[in-house]
Nanobody
Framework: QVQLVESGGGLVQAGGSLRLSCAAS????????MGWYRQDPGSQRELVAV???????NYADSVKGRFTISRDNAKKSVYLQMNSLKPEDTAVYYC?????????WGQGTQVTVSS
């Protein structure tokens, strides 16, 4: 059974940093893209950053220059380093992995940025 577990969320002041981690367990044959998404109440889930199997990356305009996505294939993990956080970054952050068997999501981790 595949499971993605996120960690690293929390409460931080504006301008601060957090590092999110997402580790997969179970049969994750041929992981392709890994990504981070976020959702706040009343809004649709949006893409934050994605990294391909060849480590090419893509970011939402709102986080470019502040967030960095990385992956460790041996650990079946993806990370999101978030710097210069803003109150508008407050949301539940979800990781997603696309594999040969389909797409899998984590349960989400709350990030709250106070002004």
């Amino acid at each position: 059974q595949v499971q993605l577990v996120e960690s690293g969320g929390g409460l931080v002041q504006a301008g601060g940093s957090l590092r999110l981690s997402c580790a997969a367990s179970g049969n994750m044959y041929r992981i392709n893209d890994m990504g981070w998404y976020r959702q706040d109440p009343g809004s649709q889930r949006e893409l934050v950053a994605v990294i391909s199997s060849s480590s090419s990356t893509n970011y939402a305009d709102s986080v470019k220059g502040r967030f960095t996505i990385s992956r460790d294939n041996a650990k079946k993990s993806v990370y999101l380093q978030m710097n210069s956080l803003k109150p508008e970054d407050t949301a539940v952050y979800y990781c997603k992995m696309s594999t040969f068997y389909g797409n899998f999501w984590g349960q989400g981790t709350q990030v709250t940025v106070s002004s």
